[in-house]
């Protein structure tokens, strides 16, 4: 099972990686859903840890909906990111009638040379989550699908999420559960779901606070339960 960490600085990272995490999804403003980091905070991790890393792109939060400055500031973002040896990419886009942007996906896969992605949580407020599931399918970069079920927290969206794993098995992005979990809750949902990716936040954090740091031993603990887990 694949533990995904978020991680919003260099030490951060580093804890996630002596904790145990697969990966990290790097990010900076947390409590607004992630935004880009800098270049220096990416360039800072690249060089702390060995794990793989996906570098969020989203210029602002005020929706998954963006202008053509917007895809404009993106694709800057991208080719700045792709630059740097080893690293995937975090991004996810709407039109204002809720289908995904295939024009500016596109356009941020061509630009990333290759990269892997995971298109993000702007998934959870498509108007058809299947529709959208099916455009995604489409494009092998895109390795990975955050998502909640289209629910506010993951464990309210197991059914669905349920049912995209399954979908998943056909071909497309491999689902990566997240929002909501913890250690307490996470073996009724993995029995429920078949989930083989999870993603993690606050969960990990000391205090469960997204403002302070990773705590390792809340990333052992989480690790150490996925890899025990037996359907």
Not at 25 to 36: D, K, R, V
Not at 111 to 124: K, N, Q
Request: charged share 25%.
């Amino acid at each position: 099972m694949l533990l995904e960490v978020i991680a919003t600085t260099a030490e951060d990272a580093w804890l996630a990686e002596q904790g145990g995490a697969d990966r990290i999804e790097l990010i900076t403003a947390f409590p607004e859903g992630g935004l880009t980091p800098s270049l220096g905070l990416v360039e800072e991790v690249r060089a702390r840890v060995s794990l793989p890393v996906r570098v969020m792109i989203r210029p602002h939060a005020r929706s998954f909906v963006y202008s053509r400055i917007d895809a404009e500031t993106m694709l800057r973002d991208v080719r700045h990111i792709a630059a740097i040896p080893g690293l995937g990419l975090v991004t996810g886009m709407l039109r204002p009638d809720g289908a995904v942007d295939e024009e500016l996906l596109t356009a941020l896969l061509a630009a990333a040379e290759g990269l892997p992605v995971t298109f993000h949580r702007a998934f959870d407020e498509a108007v058809d989550l299947a529709a959208a599931y099916e455009v995604l399918a489409k494009y092998p970069q895109i390795t990975d699908l955050l998502t909640s079920g289209g629910a506010a927290i993951a464990p309210e969206g197991a059914e669905l999420l349920a049912g995209l794993i399954r979908r998943s098995a056909s071909g497309g992005p491999a689902v990566l559960c997240g929002s909501g979990l913890n250690a307490d809750n996470l073996p009724d949902f993995l029995a429920c779901t078949g989930a083989e990716r999870i993603h993690l936040g606050s969960a990990v954090r000391e205090g469960g606070d997204p403002r302070r740091p990773v705590d390792p031993a809340k990333v052992e603990e989480v690790r150490s339960l996925l890899h025990s887990w037996k359907r």
